[in-house]
């Protein structure tokens, strides 16, 4: 029975990760590249997109468990080189479920001219203090994993200069919902830069505006939008 149960939750985190990677790649949140990972519920490691997975073209079956360093826990196929992401940041936040590396578009050209994080849209709140990697580099290495882990702390999302964006959350879903706030208001942010100084929400109305949008029924509405647009 309990072998049932555990095929059953990772069958259920493989259509989580499937869906939620389709639809970011279908809003060009991510690319080629990117990768989504949720912790095993065993703790062993993680499942990630394999590293031969078309982003365009997943199946459940392109989800592969590893442990932390990069080992398969079944067959033969092997992760992407910057699994490090995931396996650092889930060693450094035990309230992390899900994490998720994109290549999104506005977020990155604003990191490439010295702009980091400005929340300007009333969702942006959700996601917090969002801070900046510095280094751009890929990161396939323990050692730089840590690194990115470490500047990431306690947030739920941060920018890496040139590079993309990492967000982490206490599940799939959570995880989905904001890294389309994270892409969202760096568009508008671009957007506003075009026609004069974005006015920023400061800390006191952040605090207000995430305590009401961080409802899970409001979390909700936003995969339930995003799965009609692609799943029905």
């Known amino acids: 029975m309990k072998v049932i149960e555990e095929e059953t939750v990772l069958a259920a985190l493989r259509r989580d990760l499937l869906q939620a990677m389709t639809m970011l790649e279908r809003e060009g949140i991510i690319d080629f590249n990117g990768h989504f990972s949720a912790r095993l519920p065993d703790g062993r490691g993680l499942l990630i997109n394999a590293a031969d997975s078309v982003r365009s073209r997943l199946r459940p079956e392109d989800f592969i468990a590893i442990d932390f360093e990069g080992r398969p826990l079944e067959g033969t196929r092997g992760p992407p080189m910057e699994f490090h992401i995931h396996a650092q940041i889930y ?18 050209v604003l990191t490439t001219v ?17 801070p900046t990697f510095p280094k751009t580099a890929s990161i396939n290495t323990a050692e730089l ?11 739920s999302a941060a920018l890496l200069k040139a590079h993309g964006a990492v967000v982490a959350a206490a599940s ?5 919902v904001r890294a389309v706030y994270l892409e969202e208001n760096a568009h508008r942010h671009y957007l506003a830069l075009q026609i004069g100084e974005p006015q920023v929400l400061d800390a006191e109305e952040c605090a207000v505006i995430s305590r009401n949008l961080s409802r899970p029924h409001l979390l909700r509405k936003v995969w339930d939008y995003y799965h009609g647009k692609y799943f029905g």
């Open 172 to 176: 799939v879903e959570g995880a989905f």
């Open 114 to 130: 010295g702009q980091g994080f400005a929340p300007v849209t009333m969702q942006a709140a959700v996601l917090g203090a969002v």
């Open 145 to 155: 994993g840590r690194e990115l882990a470490a500047s990431l702390g306690d947030s």
């Open 91 to 108: 060693h450094a936040r035990p309230d992390a479920q899900a994490v998720v590396h994109t290549h999104p578009c506005w977020s990155t």
